[in-house]
Structure formats: structure tokens, C-alpha cells
């Protein structure tokens, strides 16, 4: 009975000779090896042991030669391999593969990636493959896209085919778009989501369509996504301008916010902030002593009589208060300087004025309050946006 070794090797045989005879290859012998050149003064362990680690990363492990140094120091120069070891050192193969080292030469390794495509190397020893070429630990590419090149009935839809199941079978979102209706069977098999258009009926969506869980766990990219989308309709090529960017990234924000917390009313804290605020920041523009103005000239004196004592006081506190302005203004002090300056900014007022202004304040915060009231969101479209931002943007 013949062995079916000897058969295969028969087999590999005239394999090679068909390839030499059609396409002209050429025979011959390679051998492969690395020679280290330093100064006799250096350590020669650190440098050999330095280059087996960096080969065994690659799965080559090397051997060190300690009989024949200068038969293989002699063969390293053009033209002398003759003078190896035929039996041992060098071996017959074709001009193009000795070029390189030899895959047997080396043990390959799968990338360590979450998202595994697994294929076999030359030898039938399955690997998982990066085919994102980003999600692995060694980054190699930051743009995922790639295409598959072949002639006609070289496999590519096969190959495509594993892509997507083993994408499946690791719970992860595939889209394909298919132009002959080949998948429908089976995304209806897997409970996908099948959509088809026509020019009657076109595709259409939603960009402003978000889930709650998408808006608490990743709203940063869809408000990125969106800003892009509203400058390229708004803009087009131009650039926008930061004051721009931040008015539409606000209005995006808040836009949100109404749709998944609808506002209801400014709690005790909040009117207490904000009545601080347009208090501090109507003294500071200069509004509040225009108000006085304009309520001491329709009161007239026989309601409010200003006395020398008074209008001494009153500008005392004048020049007072804008001490304390520039106090407040002063990038140099300190934040506890800032907010002594505005406290004692509220108190140099006299009653009558400042109780009548601080009630014009309780109004401006109704006012805004039932501002906000109204802005309310009731679906996530690109009109209910265009609406909020409408009357949100002065």
C-alpha cells in the first residue's frame, strides 16, 4: 500500500514543477540568518538577549550557533552561501519566496481585540483579526472603513457574509444596505429591522429622535452630531463663530432638558440666586439709579422729600458703591473681596427705593418663570427645535 506521505509530497512536487514550467519561477537555495557586529569591550549577552525577546514577540524563536561562526560569517558575504551546509543550512525553494522570511519561520498572532473576526492562518490555526483595525490594543487606523476587492466569483460576498455573522454573534449592530433584496430573509429571521424606499415613498429620519437612556448616557455625541447638522444647514461651508457655537449648543442642551425635565417652577433656592443676581447686576449697569431717578421724578418731593443729610448720604453711598463696583471688577481680588463688595452693594440703597425696585425684581422673575413655562417641548423634531429656538435665541 503506498504512503499516503509519500503521496502528498508527490503531489506538492509536481505542484511546483506545473509553477516553475508555466510562469518561469526559478529555483534557488536560500538561508537565512543574523549577524551582531560590536565592540569586543560590550556586553554581547544584553545585545543577543535583547534580540530574542523582540523575536519571540513575533513568534520567531532563534537559534545560536557556537560550532561553525565563521562558516556562516564566510556565507554571509553576496555569493558564498555555497559554502553552507546543504543538507543542514540552506534548502531549495523558489526565487520569489526566499525573498522573505518563510511563514514556518514564525508562530502569528491574532490581534487582542473585543470585536473578533476569527480566520485561519497558513498553517489551519485559527486568529482572531482586528478587521476594524481600531478597536484592538495595537490602534491601527482611527477610520474603520475598508472594501473588499476581488474579481467575479473570487468570494467576496462569502467573505462579507462571516464579517457580519461573527459581528452578529457578538451582539453587535450591523447595517447593511442591500440593493437586491438578498438579506431580507434573513433580517427577518433575526428580528432585525427591514427598511425599503421607492421614489414615491423615500427614506426619511429623525436626527433629533433621542432615547432617554441614549440622552443620559451619551447625549455629548449626539449634541456634537446635531451642531454639525444645524451649521451645515445654517452655514454650509463656512465657519461658524464661537458666539454661534455656543448659542446653538446651549439651546440644544436646554432643549433637551425640556423634553426629559420639563420645567415646572423655580425652586425657593433658585428665585433667591436669581434675585441676587438681577439685584447685583442691576446696580452694577447703572439701571438702578435710573429707576430712582424716574420714581423720585413721578413721585415729586411732596412724597418723598430729599433732605441735605440725605443727598449727602446718598452720594457718599454713591462714591461708595462705585469703589465696591470696581472691587467686583477687579480681576485682582479675591473671590471673598468679591462677594463682601457685593454684599455691602445692596445695602447702600435707601428703603423706599430699594423695596419698590426689589419689587419690579419679583416681577422680572415671574416674568421669566412663566417664560420658561412656555418654552415646553412635547416631541423631538427638527420643527418643535426650530420653535424652541425661535424663542429661546433673543
Known amino acids: 500500500i503506498p504512503n499516503p506521505s509519500n503521496q502528498m509530497a508527490v503531489e506538492d512536487i509536481k505542484q511546483v514543477q506545473e509553477v516553475i514550467a508555466r510562469e518561469g519561477k526559478q529555483l534557488v537555495y536560500a538561508h537565512y540568518n543574523l549577524i551582531v557586529a560590536m565592540d569586543a569591550q560590550k556586553d554581547m549577552q544584553k ?18 550557533r557556537a560550532y561553525n561562526q565563521l562558516e556562516l560569517f564566510v556565507a554571509s558575504f553576496p555569493g558564498n552561501v555555497y559554502r553552507l551546509n ?21 508562530q502569528t498572532h491574532g490581534d487582542d481585540t473585543p470585536v473578533k473576526c476569527y480566520y485561519t492562518d497558513r498553517q489551519g490555526v485559527p486568529m482572531p483579526i482586528d478587521t476594524t483595525g481600531k478597536e484592538g490594543k495595537i490602534k491601527y487606523t482611527n477610520n474603520s472603513n475598508f472594501f473588499v476587492l476581488g474579481p467575479s466569483g473570487s468570494g467576496k460576498s462569502f467573505f462579507m457574509n462571516t464579517v457580519v455573522r461573527q459581528y452578529y454573534e457578538q451582539n453587535t449592530d450591523v447595517v447593511i444596505v442591500d440593493t437586491g433584496d438578498s438579506y431580507e430573509g434573513l433580517c427577518s429571521y433575526f428580528g432585525g429591522t427591514y427598511i425599503s424606499y421607492s421614489k414615491e415613498k423615500p427614506i426619511s429620519m429623525n436626527p433629533f429622535k433621542v432615547t432617554e437612556t441614549e440622552y443620559l448616557q451619551n447625549f455629548g455625541e449626539k449634541k456634537n452630531f446635531l451642531m454639525s ?8 461651508s463656512q465657519q461658524p463663530t464661537k458666539i454661534e457655537q455656543y ?27 436669581l434675585h441676587q443676581t438681577l439685584v447685583i447686576a442691576a446696580k452694577s449697569n447703572g439701571e438702578y439709579e435710573k429707576y430712582e431717578e424716574e420714581l423720585q421724578a413721578r413721585n415729586g418731593t411732596g412724597s418723598y422729600d430729599v433732605t441735605e443729610e440725605e443727598r449727602a448720604k446718598y452720594e457718599r453711598n ?30 447702600l440703597t435707601p428703603e423706599i427705593v430699594e423695596g419698590k425696585f426689589l ?12 417664560q420658561r413655562k412656555s418654552l415646553r417641548v412635547r416631541e423631538l423634531s427638527f420643527n418643535s427645535y426650530y420653535e424652541f429656538a425661535r424663542q429661546r435665541i433673543p
Open 318 to 347: 454713591s462714591r461708595l458703591s462705585e469703589k465696591l463696583q470696581a472691587v467686583v471688577d477687579d480681576a485682582a481680588s479675591t473671590e471673598g473681596e468679591k462677594n463682601a463688595a457685593r454684599n455691602q452693594l445692596q445695602r
Open 229 to 236: 447638522l444645524i451649521f451645515l444647514i445654517f452655514k454650509g
Open 247 to 273: 448659542i446653538i449648543e446651549r439651546t440644544i442642551i436646554e432643549y433637551y432638558r425640556e423634553y426629559f425635565t420639563p420645567f415646572e417652577g423655580f425652586s425657593e433656592e433658585e428665585k433667591k440666586e
Open 47 to 64: 545585545v543577543t538577549n535583547h534580540l530574542e525577546n523582540i523575536f519571540s514577540r513575533q513568534g520567531i524563536h532563534i537559534s545560536k
Open 86 to 106: 546543504q543538507d543542514y543550512d540552506r534548502f531549495l525553494t523558489l526565487s520569489d519566496a526566499a525573498l522573505c522570511l518563510m511563514y514556518k519561520e514564525r
Open 359 to 370: 419689587e419690579k425684581i419679583e416681577r422680572e422673575i415671574a416674568k421669566r418663570e412663566q
